[in-house]
């Protein structure tokens, strides 16, 4: 009896060890996209996440009745998972449905590409600060063409686990920039030698004034564009909610 204890135990914090390993690379995950990215009912993943948050391994964000709860990992849950470099991820009211929309793309990504490993913008920063400089990202011009900010996409699709070459940036578009600002993004993505290319996903709307973008920017070379329901799990968290929130600038 003792030692199926002892087995079980073990076998727990594994499982919570790669819940906080996986929520903080890519930022925020819901119990919808645990239980697609782990292969288990809905309610086993909300038990998982509400043991991680009694724990307070984790953080519970409910920001908005139409969406799902966001699970963040707290600096707790960053020390005992043993992740170096990377901060506990901020969400909010305004972001939070680009939020849900990243955690399930990311888990769909991954689904759909195992040998793949996908992260957020949490572990870039991570990654930048480590390296001493810009990965994965693009640099935005400012007056007289001077570097003036860099644009960091929402995810990162790379080669594998350690291989940093040639990644695929992915940024999830839920509603319209204004277009100057999208097609000096789009010029940005085609200037950039840091990634092999980028992906977007947008629903019709946002997909119509994205392709004006790229046109203007010369950037149809680069930058892919899909339906938000190429991905389903993204796509029905972005129908099912009520109102429009809008995404990270």
């Known amino acids: 009896m003792t030692k199926r204890t002892d087995r079980h135990v073990r ?3 594994r499982e919570l060890t790669t819940i906080l390993q ?3 690379s890519v930022g925020a995950v819901t119990a919808e996209s645990l239980a697609h990215l782990q292969g288990v009912g809905l309610a086993s993943a909300r038990g998982r996440l509400s043991a991680a948050t009694r724990e307070r391994l984790l953080a519970r964000h409910r920001l908005l009745y139409e969406l799902p709860a966001l699970y963040t990992v707290t600096r707790a849950g960053l020390r005992a998972a043993g992740i170096a470099g990377l901060e506990p991820s901020r969400v909010s009211a305004a972001n939070s449905l ?3 929309a990243c955690a399930h793309a990311a888990v769909e990504l991954q689904r759909r590409y195992p040998d793949r490993r996908v ?3 949490c572990d870039l920063r991570g990654q930048e600060r480590r390296l001493g400089g810009p990965v994965a990202s693009a640099a935005m011009r400012g007056p007289g063409g001077r570097a003036a900010m860099l644009h960091r996409p929402d995810l990162v699709l790379w080669p594998g686990a350690r291989d940093l070459t040639d990644p695929v940036a992915v940024e999830i578009e839920l509603t319209v920039k204004a277009p100057r600002r999208l097609e000096a993004i789009c010029r940005a993505w085609a200037r950039s030698r840091g990634v092999a290319g980028v992906l977007y996903l947008a629903p019709p709307d946002v997909e119509r004034a994205l392709r004006r973008a790229i046109d203007k920017a010369q950037a149809a070379a680069q930058i892919a564009v899909l339906p938000l329901d190429a991905l389903p799990l ?4 972005v129908t099912a909610s009520a109102r ?3 995404s990270r600038p």
């Open 119 to 121: 992260a957020g913008e």
């Open 11 to 13: 076998t727990l914090s």
């Open 22 to 24: 996986w929520t903080a």
């Open 98 to 100: 680009h939020t849900v």
């Open 234 to 237: 993204v796509a029905a968290s």
């Open 244 to 246: 429009s929130v809008p």
